[in-house]
């Protein structure tokens, strides 16, 4: 079994909808986790941290549940700009370590 | 601000040769990870680097594959000799100062062995 496993899509949904993900992780010493996003032909990039409380940056906002070992991600009011592939990120602690799901591809259209 | 740097950033090359990807991380960061990513394993961390030494190479494959880091401006992953298999993009990325827990990827190496 994959320590981070995402259901790899794709999700079509239509601009302005909103789109959630979830992802979930086998290791319970997993501490920290986050969103990457990577483009098409392109490197990922920080989408944003998960922090244990829930948090939000602008239209999105990632949740981690340490109960159910699963951490989640909410786009609201989707942008065609948001089109690309999401990766959820699970790193141990103390440890350099990022282990990366294989990633949610999702196209929004118009 | 210059991000991590990576050469070649594509590679076409024959079974059996030897390929080097080379790697300069963001100055002042001190931990370097090299990952590959292909679309039925997804991304897969090979080896990473704490101020110059290697801490983890438990992901590189085989024998094969070996990767340095000389001086903290500078690493390289080499294959030899590449298999077909071996084609793949080979991400460096960095980490440390004040990007706290975030790592910052370079473009990546396109590398197909035919």
């Known amino acids: 079994r994959k320590e981070v496993e995402q259901d790899p899509g794709p999700f079509n949904v239509p601009e302005g909808a909103t789109v959630a993900f979830n992802c979930t992780y086998s290791?319970?010493?997993?501490?920290?986790f986050f969103w990457y996003r990577q483009d098409c032909r392109k490197e990922p990039k920080l989408l944003m941290s998960?922090?244990?409380s829930g948090n939000e940056d602008g239209r999105f906002t990632a949740q981690l549940n340490r109960a159910s070992q699963y951490i989640s991600l909410l786009i609201r009011d989707s942008k065609l700009s948001d089109s690309a592939t999401y990766l959820c990120v699970g790193r141990g602690f103390g440890n350099e370590k990022l282990t990366f799901g294989t990633g949610t591809r999702l196209t929004i259209i118009p | 601000d210059a991000g991590v740097i990576q050469s070649p950033r594509h590679e076409v090359t024959e079974m059996g040769q030897e390929v080097t990807l080379r790697c300069k991380p963001i100055s002042g960061h001190n931990s370097l990870f090299w990952y590959r990513q292909t679309m039925m394993r997804g991304l897969e961390l090979l080896i990473y680097?704490?101020?110059?030494?290697?801490?983890?190479d438990s992901g590189m494959p085989e024998d094969r594959f070996s990767a340095k880091m000389p001086n903290a401006s500078f690493s390289t992953l080499k294959i030899q000799p590449s298999e077909p298999r071996d084609s793949a993009v080979y991400f460096c990325?960095?980490?440390?100062?004040?990007?706290?827990?975030?790592?910052?990827f370079g473009e990546g190496s396109w590398l197909t062995v035919v």
């Open positions: 290791n319970s010493a997993s501490q920290s």
């Open positions: 998960v922090y244990s």
């Open positions: 680097f704490n101020n110059n030494v290697p801490i983890d």
């Open positions: 990325a960095s980490r440390g100062g004040f990007s706290g827990n975030t790592i910052y």
